[in-house]
Protein backbone atom coordinates (compact mmCIF):
# COMPACT_ATOMS: atom_id res chain seq x y z
CA UNK A 1 0.00 0.00 0.00
CA UNK A 2 2.93 2.23 0.79
CA UNK A 3 4.29 1.57 -2.68
CA UNK A 4 1.21 2.37 -4.28
CA UNK A 5 1.11 5.65 -2.34
CA UNK A 6 4.81 6.76 -3.11
CA UNK A 7 3.99 5.84 -6.88
CA UNK A 8 0.80 8.00 -6.79
CA UNK A 9 2.84 10.60 -5.05
CA UNK A 10 5.72 10.46 -7.96
CA UNK A 11 3.03 10.09 -10.82
CA UNK A 12 1.02 13.94 -9.45
CA UNK A 13 3.19 16.49 -10.99
CA UNK A 14 3.05 15.01 -13.93
CA UNK A 15 -0.29 14.70 -14.19
CA UNK A 16 -0.10 18.44 -12.83
CA UNK A 17 2.24 19.29 -16.07
CA UNK A 18 0.04 17.84 -18.60
CA UNK A 19 -3.04 19.32 -16.92
CA UNK A 20 -1.07 22.63 -17.55
CA UNK A 21 0.06 21.64 -20.65
CA UNK A 22 -3.60 20.76 -21.99
CA UNK A 23 -4.75 24.19 -20.79
CA UNK A 24 -2.14 26.21 -22.28
CA UNK A 25 -2.99 24.52 -25.38
CA UNK A 26 -6.15 25.22 -25.51
CA UNK A 27 -5.52 29.15 -25.28
CA UNK A 28 -3.05 28.95 -28.20
CA UNK A 29 -5.44 27.33 -30.12
CA UNK A 30 -8.12 30.15 -29.39
CA UNK A 31 -5.45 32.86 -29.83
CA UNK A 32 -4.38 30.89 -33.36
CA UNK A 33 -8.44 31.35 -33.95
CA UNK A 34 -8.88 34.26 -33.16
CA UNK A 35 -5.75 35.88 -35.30
CA UNK A 36 -3.24 36.66 -32.51
CA UNK A 37 -0.49 34.38 -33.80
CA UNK A 38 2.38 35.69 -31.79
CA UNK A 39 0.23 34.91 -28.58
CA UNK A 40 -0.31 31.88 -29.70
CA UNK A 41 3.56 30.65 -31.28
CA UNK A 42 4.46 31.96 -27.20
CA UNK A 43 2.04 29.73 -25.90
CA UNK A 44 2.82 26.87 -27.51
CA UNK A 45 6.90 27.65 -27.04
CA UNK A 46 5.78 27.60 -23.18
CA UNK A 47 4.66 24.44 -23.92
CA UNK A 48 7.64 22.72 -25.48
CA UNK A 49 9.77 24.47 -23.16
CA UNK A 50 8.13 22.18 -20.31
CA UNK A 51 9.74 19.13 -22.67
CA UNK A 52 6.59 17.89 -24.38
CA UNK A 53 6.66 17.37 -27.81
CA UNK A 54 4.06 16.13 -30.60
CA UNK A 55 3.43 16.33 -34.37
CA UNK A 56 0.47 18.46 -33.73
CA UNK A 57 2.00 20.91 -31.24
CA UNK A 58 5.33 21.51 -33.32
CA UNK A 59 2.70 21.76 -36.70
CA UNK A 60 0.31 24.43 -34.86
CA UNK A 61 3.89 26.04 -33.90
CA UNK A 62 4.86 26.31 -37.38
CA UNK A 63 1.26 27.33 -38.70
CA UNK A 64 1.51 30.20 -35.94
CA UNK A 65 4.51 31.12 -37.47
CA UNK A 66 4.17 30.82 -40.97
CA UNK A 67 0.89 33.35 -40.41
CA UNK A 68 3.45 35.87 -39.36
CA UNK A 69 5.88 35.50 -42.32
CA UNK A 70 8.32 34.29 -40.50
CA UNK A 71 9.48 31.28 -42.75
CA UNK A 72 12.29 29.71 -41.14
CA UNK A 73 10.92 29.39 -37.62
CA UNK A 74 8.04 27.82 -39.22
CA UNK A 75 9.98 25.15 -41.55
CA UNK A 76 12.10 24.54 -38.68
CA UNK A 77 8.79 23.87 -36.26
CA UNK A 78 7.11 21.83 -39.47
CA UNK A 79 10.50 19.49 -39.41
CA UNK A 80 10.05 18.57 -36.29
CA UNK A 81 6.75 17.35 -36.73
CA UNK A 82 7.71 15.81 -39.64
CA UNK A 83 10.39 13.68 -37.50
CA UNK A 84 7.83 12.57 -35.30
CA UNK A 85 5.31 11.58 -38.09
CA UNK A 86 6.72 12.00 -41.56
CA UNK A 87 4.09 10.71 -43.06
CA UNK A 88 1.57 13.36 -41.88
CA UNK A 89 0.23 15.16 -45.26
CA UNK A 90 -0.51 18.58 -43.60
CA UNK A 91 2.46 18.43 -41.66
CA UNK A 92 4.50 17.41 -45.43
CA UNK A 93 1.78 19.96 -47.63
CA UNK A 94 2.65 23.07 -45.36
CA UNK A 95 6.44 22.39 -45.08
CA UNK A 96 6.36 22.38 -49.30
CA UNK A 97 4.58 25.68 -49.03
CA UNK A 98 7.16 27.23 -46.97
CA UNK A 99 9.68 26.24 -48.42
CA UNK A 100 8.40 27.55 -51.89
CA UNK A 101 8.86 31.30 -50.02
CA UNK A 102 12.53 31.27 -49.16
CA UNK A 103 15.07 32.52 -50.89
CA UNK A 104 17.44 29.27 -51.58
CA UNK A 105 15.60 26.51 -54.13
CA UNK A 106 18.30 23.71 -53.64
CA UNK A 107 18.66 20.85 -56.12
CA UNK A 108 19.07 17.68 -54.37
CA UNK A 109 21.23 14.99 -55.69
CA UNK A 110 19.05 12.47 -57.85
CA UNK A 111 18.81 9.16 -55.84
CA UNK A 112 18.64 5.71 -57.31
CA UNK A 113 15.01 4.18 -57.37
CA UNK A 114 15.32 1.70 -54.71
CA UNK A 115 16.85 4.01 -52.23
CA UNK A 116 14.02 6.61 -53.11
CA UNK A 117 11.14 3.63 -52.19
CA UNK A 118 13.27 2.27 -49.04
CA UNK A 119 13.05 6.20 -48.01
CA UNK A 120 9.40 6.74 -48.86
CA UNK A 121 8.38 3.02 -46.98
CA UNK A 122 10.43 4.25 -43.63
CA UNK A 123 8.79 7.45 -43.76
CA UNK A 124 4.87 6.11 -44.32
CA UNK A 125 4.50 5.76 -40.62
CA UNK A 126 5.97 6.85 -37.29
CA UNK A 127 8.62 4.75 -35.17
CA UNK A 128 5.63 4.09 -33.23
CA UNK A 129 3.53 3.26 -35.39
CA UNK A 130 6.12 1.24 -36.75
CA UNK A 131 6.81 -0.58 -33.62
CA UNK A 132 2.80 -0.95 -32.99
CA UNK A 133 2.58 -2.66 -36.37
CA UNK A 134 5.33 -4.98 -35.67
CA UNK A 135 3.74 -6.40 -32.68
CA UNK A 136 0.53 -6.31 -33.89
CA UNK A 137 1.84 -8.86 -36.57
CA UNK A 138 4.20 -10.73 -34.48
CA UNK A 139 1.03 -11.26 -31.94
CA UNK A 140 -0.80 -12.38 -35.26
CA UNK A 141 1.80 -14.99 -36.35
CA UNK A 142 2.24 -16.27 -32.46
CA UNK A 143 -1.53 -17.30 -32.66
CA UNK A 144 -1.12 -18.78 -36.43
CA UNK A 145 1.79 -20.75 -34.49
CA UNK A 146 -0.77 -21.48 -31.85
CA UNK A 147 -4.08 -22.58 -34.37
CA UNK A 148 -0.89 -24.78 -36.35
CA UNK A 149 -0.04 -27.08 -32.95
CA UNK A 150 -3.76 -27.32 -31.07
CA UNK A 151 -5.88 -28.10 -34.10
CA UNK A 152 -6.65 -31.12 -35.32
CA UNK A 153 -8.24 -30.23 -38.95
CA UNK A 154 -5.14 -30.31 -41.46
CA UNK A 155 -6.81 -27.37 -43.55
CA UNK A 156 -6.45 -25.12 -39.84
CA UNK A 157 -3.08 -26.21 -39.16
CA UNK A 158 -1.80 -25.49 -43.05
CA UNK A 159 -3.34 -21.93 -42.58
CA UNK A 160 -2.06 -21.53 -39.21
CA UNK A 161 1.58 -22.79 -40.07
CA UNK A 162 1.38 -19.99 -43.53
CA UNK A 163 -0.04 -17.51 -41.61
CA UNK A 164 2.14 -17.59 -38.81
CA UNK A 165 4.96 -17.53 -40.75
CA UNK A 166 3.77 -14.82 -42.66
CA UNK A 167 2.98 -12.59 -40.11
CA UNK A 168 5.97 -13.13 -38.23
CA UNK A 169 8.30 -12.08 -41.38
CA UNK A 170 5.95 -9.08 -41.35
CA UNK A 171 7.01 -8.27 -37.95
CA UNK A 172 10.52 -8.88 -38.06
CA UNK A 173 10.19 -6.02 -41.42
CA UNK A 174 7.89 -3.79 -39.26
CA UNK A 175 10.41 -3.93 -36.42
CA UNK A 176 13.90 -3.38 -38.88
CA UNK A 177 11.69 -0.57 -40.36
CA UNK A 178 11.05 1.18 -37.20
CA UNK A 179 14.76 0.23 -35.85
CA UNK A 180 16.37 2.14 -39.15
CA UNK A 181 13.96 4.92 -38.28
CA UNK A 182 14.94 5.63 -34.87
CA UNK A 183 18.49 5.31 -36.00
CA UNK A 184 18.10 7.60 -38.60
CA UNK A 185 16.08 10.16 -36.50
CA UNK A 186 18.89 9.56 -33.85
CA UNK A 187 22.08 10.07 -35.71
CA UNK A 188 20.92 12.36 -38.37
CA UNK A 189 21.60 15.76 -37.13
CA UNK A 190 20.01 18.88 -38.97
CA UNK A 191 19.21 22.48 -38.79
CA UNK A 192 17.63 25.14 -40.66
CA UNK A 193 19.54 28.67 -41.32
CA UNK A 194 18.05 31.47 -38.76
CA UNK A 195 20.14 34.59 -40.36
CA UNK A 196 19.06 36.60 -43.34
CA UNK A 197 22.31 35.27 -45.52
CA UNK A 198 25.34 33.48 -44.23
CA UNK A 199 28.55 32.94 -46.40
CA UNK A 200 29.99 29.01 -45.73
CA UNK A 201 33.36 28.67 -45.44
CA UNK A 202 36.08 26.39 -46.60
CA UNK A 203 37.35 25.81 -43.07
CA UNK A 204 35.94 26.85 -39.37
CA UNK A 205 38.09 30.18 -39.77
CA UNK A 206 36.22 33.59 -40.72
CA UNK A 207 39.61 34.25 -43.17
CA UNK A 208 38.89 31.06 -44.95
CA UNK A 209 37.68 30.91 -48.43
CA UNK A 210 34.07 31.95 -49.32
CA UNK A 211 32.53 29.13 -50.68
CA UNK A 212 28.77 29.46 -51.28
CA UNK A 213 25.82 31.57 -49.49
CA UNK A 214 22.46 30.33 -48.12
CA UNK A 215 19.44 32.34 -46.72
CA UNK A 216 17.65 32.22 -43.89
CA UNK A 217 14.84 29.22 -44.07
CA UNK A 218 17.30 26.67 -45.91
CA UNK A 219 17.66 23.28 -44.38
CA UNK A 220 21.39 22.08 -43.60
CA UNK A 221 23.11 18.75 -42.58
CA UNK A 222 25.06 18.82 -39.76
CA UNK A 223 28.10 16.63 -40.41
CA UNK A 224 30.44 17.87 -37.58
CA UNK A 225 31.70 20.28 -35.23
CA UNK A 226 34.70 22.41 -33.91
CA UNK A 227 34.17 25.43 -31.07
CA UNK A 228 31.82 27.72 -32.78
CA UNK A 229 31.50 26.30 -36.02
CA UNK A 230 29.17 23.67 -37.68
CA UNK A 231 30.56 21.24 -40.84
CA UNK A 232 27.67 21.30 -42.89
CA UNK A 233 26.19 20.02 -46.08
CA UNK A 234 23.57 21.08 -48.43
CA UNK A 235 21.14 18.55 -50.50
CA UNK A 236 23.17 19.05 -54.14
CA UNK A 237 26.34 17.51 -51.67
CA UNK A 238 27.82 21.15 -51.52
CA UNK A 239 30.14 21.08 -48.15
CA UNK A 240 31.33 23.97 -46.22
CA UNK A 241 31.39 25.58 -42.39
CA UNK A 242 28.88 28.04 -40.73
CA UNK A 243 28.61 29.39 -37.14
CA UNK A 244 26.52 27.78 -34.64
CA UNK A 245 25.03 31.03 -34.40
CA UNK A 246 23.58 30.73 -37.46
CA UNK A 247 21.57 27.67 -37.56
CA UNK A 248 18.70 26.23 -34.93
CA UNK A 249 18.72 22.82 -34.28
CA UNK A 250 16.08 20.65 -36.01
Not at 35 to 45: F, I
Not at 116 to 130: G, P, T
Not at 191 to 202: D, H, N, R
Request: aromatic residues 16%; contains cysteine.
Amino acid sequence: MKKVLLFILLLLPWIGFAADNEITIAKANKAYTEGYYANAAELYKSVVATGFESADLYYNLGNAYYKQNDFASAILYYEKARKLDPGNEDVNFNLKIANSKITDKIEPIPELFYKRWAKKVVESFSVDRWSRIGLLCLFLGLAGGLFYFISKHLFIRKAGFWLGIVFVLLSLFSFLVAWQSYDENTHRKEAIIFSPTVTIKSSPDEKSIDLFVLHEGAKVELIDNIGTWYEIRIANGSVGWVTVTSVEKI
